[in-house]
């Protein structure tokens, strides 16, 4: 059965980017939602049992018909918030090191010009979905929880969740006051971790 993975910090911890009410409902109800919605399609279909999500979405083409709605709509709402814990951190902001400074400034010129990129494109989401940095340094788009890695892409090193359920809480109807907030909890070291784990494969 799929489990919530718990954070690696507190619920209270990243205040400069949303509070601890958010947090509880986006991890504890949101997410816990999905897990559970997950788990039921995998019941539904047992021949899916003891498969990684990573594993279903890669291969959601090939899965039975009556599962691959449920699997990408509740597996990518699991994959997706789970790498989305993983880009924060309360000892997170500034900017990357390394290969990764590298791939970004190459491609968009300087730190500042990817943010504002990555921005414009967090703004031009309409509706619920989400934004990631890609491998190749590409800043993609994706809406309601479809992943990049079912729709035959490499593993993300960075995403952002602009559902509302990820703001309105703590900043109402402005996206663009959460997105500017964002970049002073990404954590940079596990995104690059994820980098190299590309470069090495
Ligand atoms: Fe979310």
Redesign the pocket.
């Known amino acids: 059965m799929f489990e919530l993975p718990s954070l690696s910090y507190g619920y209270d911890s990243l205040r400069g980017f949303v509070g601890e009410e958010l947090m509880k409902f986006?991890h504890d109800k949101?997410?816990q939602t999905y897990v559970d919605k997950l788990n039921a399609v995998v019941d539904a279909n047992p021949e899916l049992k003891g498969r990684l999500v990573e594993d279903l979405l890669v291969n959601i083409n090939g899965l039975p018909i009556s599962a691959q709605v449920g699997i990408r709509n509740h597996g990518g709402?699991h994959y997706?918030?789970s790498l989305?814990w993983q880009c924060l951190s309360p000892k997170g902001g500034g900017q990357p090191t390394g290969e990764l400074l590298n791939l970004i400034t190459n491609k968009y010129g300087s730190f500042q010009g990817f943010v504002d990129e990555f921005t414009t494109k967090s703004l031009g989401v309409f509706g619920s979905g989400w934004v990631w940095l890609q491998p190749n340094g590409e800043i993609i788009t994706t809406a309601n929880q479809d992943t990049p890695i079912a729709q035959g892409l490499d593993a993300p090193l960075l995403c952002l969740?602009v559902?509302e359920?990820?703001y309105y809480l703590d900043y109402k109807n402005k996206r663009d006051d959460y997105v500017r907030a964002w970049w002073s909890v990404v954590d940079w070291e596990n995104a690059a971790k994820r980098y190299q784990t590309f470069l090495d494969k």
């Open positions: 986006h949101h997410h709402g997706n918030h989305f969740d559902w359920h990820a």
